[in-house]
RNA sequence: GGCGACGUAGCCAAGUGGCAAGGCAAGGGUCUGCAAAACCCUUAUGCGGCGGUUCGAAUCCGCCCGUCGCCUCCA
C-alpha cells in the first residue's frame, strides 16, 4: 500500500511521493530556547522520529534536519531579567532539549542549524524578496508585504479578509498591511545584533526556518513538521517567503502537523505556565514509557496530559517490555521437542483476513481457532505496520502489538521456550523498535544505579540460587527475606514452574541511588 | 465573528458503509508455600443528541449540544 500521510496544506491523507526516489528530506520546528523543553516540544520530536524510523523502514534513506531558536525577543528579555548574555542562556535551554532528546532516544535527526550560525542565508533570503518586490524597508525594519503573495492564507485556509488583525496585538502603522511580518528587526541598544543592508538587526522569527530549510534540504522538500500551533502564522509566513523568494512552488510537499498537549483541557504551552519540565518526567520514567504515552493517540488528536495518564502508559510499557524480556529467556531453558508444535499454537478469535467468500456477510463471529504462533506473529506486524502506512495510525499499530503479546504469553504459559518464540519475539522486537520502546527498558533501573551491570547480574543470581536452594528446603523464611530484600533494591523476581526469573523493577522509586 | 479539529465502556483509545481492536482499572478463576508476574473468563444491542440517505450507519448528509485549537508569544 505504501506510506499515506495527511497534508495540512490539502487537508487530506495521500499516498507520500517524495521528491527524489528513495529519499525522504524532512525540517521540523524546534524549540525557541528560552525556558525548559516540555511535554508539548516532545510531540513532533516523538511523532517525526517515528515517521523518520518507519520511512527508512519502508526504503527510504532520510535526512532530518531541525533548528533552534537561538536569538529572538523573549530570549532577550530572560537574559536581561537573568543578567547573562542571550547565547549562553539559550545555550543553557539547548542542552536541556539534547538531553531530552537523548534520553527519548530521538536520535536520527540528521542535522541541527541554528539562526545565529544562518545570519548570511537569512540576509541574503530578505534581500531577494526585497528585489523581487515581496518585502519593503521601514526605518531599519523590513517587512514581507502579504499583498504581494496572491495565495497567501493558503495553508492555514485563511483569507487575508477573514482574519482579524490586531485582535490580540496593536497594529504597527508603519506597515503597508496589518498581516505583514517582520523579516528583519533593527537593533534596539544593547540587543546583540548583526550587521545587514538595511542596518544592523536581527531576522524576524520565520525567515530563518525558510532560509535554512531551503539551504540544507532545498526547495520542494519532503515534509515539514510541526505544532499545530505553528500553521498560522510560522508556517504560512514560511510558505510566502520561501515560494515568493524561488518563484517556484511548491516549497514543501507534505505539511505534517501534530495537535496540542493539553492540561486540563487546555493547550499546555510556555505563555500559560502549565507546563510540566520534561526534565523531570525523564527522571521518574524510562524513555520508552514516555514514548509509549505520545503514541498512544493519534498524533492529529489532542492529548491530555496528566501525572496518573503517564503512569497508566507506563504500566502498558511494562507489558510489551516484560514479554520481550520473558521470551528471550524462558527460565526453564530448552523442553523437549516431543509436541512441541502443539505448544505454539495459540487460540485466536480474529477472523483470517481469507477465507471470507466474496460477496457475502459473514452471519456469525468465526469459531475460536488455533494459529500457529509464527502466523500470529506475521499477521501482527503486518497490521502493525500497515497501521504505520495509515498516516502513522501508532495507536492502532499498538493494539497489534498487544495482540502479539497476548499470543506470545499465552505460548510461553503453555511451555513453549525461546526457540519457539523466536519469531514472535522478532516481531515485537522490530515492531517496538519502530517505534522506540525499548529505551531504557533494558538497563533502566540497573544504569541508573550506576553499579557495574554485570556484577550487579552476579550477585542478583547468586542470590536467587540461594533463595531456590531456601526454597527447596521449605524455609520460606529465608526465601521471602531474600525476595523482600531484592524488591527494596529494585529487583523483582518471577517464579515460573520451571524456575526463577528476574527482572530490574520498573518504578525507579524503588532503585536507591536512582536519583541524584 | 471567521477558519479548523474533535465527542466511542469507569478511564485512555483504534475503527470512516457490512462481526465495536487494544490498553489501564475492576471482579472471578488457573498457577504459586504465600505473593508477584503470566494465562483464562467477565465488563458498550451501542459510538454526544435529534432527524435523513441506505438492505445495512460509530462511519455518509442536515440541524443542535459540548470540548479544544488558530485568527502576528507558542511544539
Redesign the pocket.
Known amino acids: 500500500m505504501g506510506v499515506r500521510l495527511f497534508d495540512t496544506l490539502q487537508?487530506a491523507v495521500r499516498p507520500f511521493d517524495s521528491r527524489e526516489p528513495g529519499v525522504a528530506r524532512m525540517y521540523?520546528?524546534?524549540?525557541?530556547v528560552y525556558?525548559f523543553t516540555?511535554?508539548?516540544?516532545?510531540?513532533?520530536a516523538v511523532v517525526a522520529d517515528v515517521l523518520a524510523r518507519h520511512l527508512s523502514l519502508r526504503g527510504y534513506r532520510v535526512t532530518w534536519v531541525t533548528n533552534f531558536?537561538d536569538i529572538?525577543?523573549?530570549i532577550i528579555a530572560r537574559a536581561q531579567e537573568e543578567g547573562e548574555a542571550p547565547a549562553a542562556l539559550a545555550q543553557r535551554y539547548i542542552d536541556d532539549y539534547l538531553e531530552n532528546l537523548a534520553a527519548l532516544g530521538i536520535d536520527r535527526i540528521e542535522r541541527f542549524v541554528r539562526v545565529t550560525d544562518h545570519m548570511p542565508d537569512i540576509v541574503d533570503m530578505i534581500g531577494r524578496l526585497v528585489a523581487g518586490g515581496f518585502a519593503y524597508q521601514v526605518d531599519g525594519d523590513v517587512y514581507f508585504a502579504v499583498e504581494a503573495k496572491a495565495d497567501y492564507g493558503k495553508l492555514?485556509?485563511?483569507?487575508l479578509g477573514?482574519?482579524?488583525?490586531?485582535?490580540?496585538?496593536e497594529?504597527?502603522p508603519r506597515?503597508r498591511?496589518?498581516?505583514?511580518?517582520?523579516l528583519w528587526k533593527a537593533a534596539k541598544p544593547g540587543e546583540p545584533s548583526w550587521p545587514s543592508p538595511w542596518g544592523a538587526g536581527r531576522p524576524g522569527?520565520?525567515i530563518e526556518c525558510s532560509a535554512m530549510s531551503l539551504r540544507y534540504l532545498g526547495n520542494g522538500f519532503d515534509i515539514h513538521?510541526?505544532?499545530?500551533?505553528?500553521?498560522?502564522?510560522?508556517h504560512e509566513n514560511e510558505v510566502a517567503q520561501a515560494e515568493a523568494a524561488t518563484g517556484v512552488g511548491p516549497f514543501v510537499r507534505f505539511w505534517v502537523?501534530?495537535?496540542?498537549?493539553?492540561v486540563d483541557?487546555?493547550?499546555?504551552?510556555?505563555?500559560?505556565g502549565n507546563?510540566v519540565p520534561l526534565r523531570d518526567l525523564v527522571a521518574a520514567h524510562p524513555g520508552g514509557a514516555l514514548r509509549f504515552f505520545v503514541l498512544?493517540?493519534?498524533y492529529?488528536?489532542?492529548?491530555?496530559y496528566s501525572a496518573?495518564?503517564i503512569?497508566?502508559?507506563q504500566?502498558?510499557w511494562?507489558?510489551l517490555v516484560?514479554?520481550r524480556a520473558?521470551w528471550l529467556e524462558p527460565p526453564g531453558g530448552r523442553r523437549g521437542a516431543a509436541g512441541a508444535a502443539d505448544l505454539v499454537r495459540?487460540?485466536t478469535?480474529?477472523?483470517t483476513d481469507a477465507g471470507?467468500p466474496a460477496g457475502e456477510?459473514?452471519s456469525?463471529?468465526?469459531a475460536?481457532q488455533a494459529r500457529p504462533l509464527p502466523d500470529v506473529a506475521s499477521a501482527a506486524e503486518q497490521g502493525f505496520l500497515d497501521?504505520l502506512d495509515?498516516?502513522l495510525?501508532?495507536?492502532?499499530?499498538?493494539?497489534?502489538?498487544?495482540?502479539l503479546?497476548?499470543?506470545?504469553?499465552?505460548a510461553?504459559?503453555?511451555g513453549a521456550d525461546s526457540v519457539q518464540l523466536a519469531d514472535a519475539r522478532g516481531a515485537l522486537e522490530r515492531c517496538g523498535e519502530v517505534l522506540g520502546l525499548w529505551v531504557g527498558a533494558d538497563t533502566a533501573a540497573g544504569a541508573r544505579a550506576g553499579r557495574p551491570s554485570d556484577l550487579a547480574d552476579r550477585l542478583i543470581r547468586l542470590l536467587v540460587d540461594l533463595?531456590a536452594e531456601a526454597?527447596s528446603y521449605?524455609d520460606?523464611?529465608t526465601?521471602?527475606r531474600i525476595?523482600d530484600g531484592l524488591a527494596e533494591a529494585g529487583v523483582?523476581?518471577?517464579?515460573?514452574?520451571s524456575g526463577?526469573r528476574w527482572r530490574w523493577s520498573e518504578a525507579p522509586d524503588a532503585v536507591p541511588g536512582a536519583r541524584p
Open positions: 487537508g521540523t520546528c524546534g524549540p525557541t525556558n516540555h511535554i508539548g516540544h516532545l510531540r513532533p531558536t529572538d525577543d523573549k492555514s485556509g485563511r483569507t477573514e482574519m482579524r488583525a490586531g485582535a490580540r496585538v497594529v504597527d506597515k498591511h496589518p498581516m505583514d511580518f517582520a522569527w520565520h513538521g510541526g505544532g499545530a500551533d505553528l500553521i498560522f502564522p510560522h502537523h501534530n495537535a496540542m498537549v493539553e483541557r487546555e493547550k499546555m504551552s510556555k505563555s500559560l507546563f498512544s493517540t493519534h492529529r488528536k489532542p492529548l491530555q496518573s495518564a503512569d497508566e502508559a504500566r502498558a511494562t507489558r516484560q514479554a520473558a495459540v487460540e478469535v480474529r477472523a471470507e456477510w459473514p456469525a463471529a468465526p475460536r497501521a495509515d498516516d495510525n501508532t495507536a492502532g499499530a499498538l493494539g497489534h502489538l498487544f495482540e503479546v497476548r499470543a506470545g504469553n499465552a510461553l504459559a503453555a533463595r526454597r521449605r520460606w523464611t526465601a521471602d525476595r523483582s523476581l518471577d517464579d515460573t514452574p526463577t
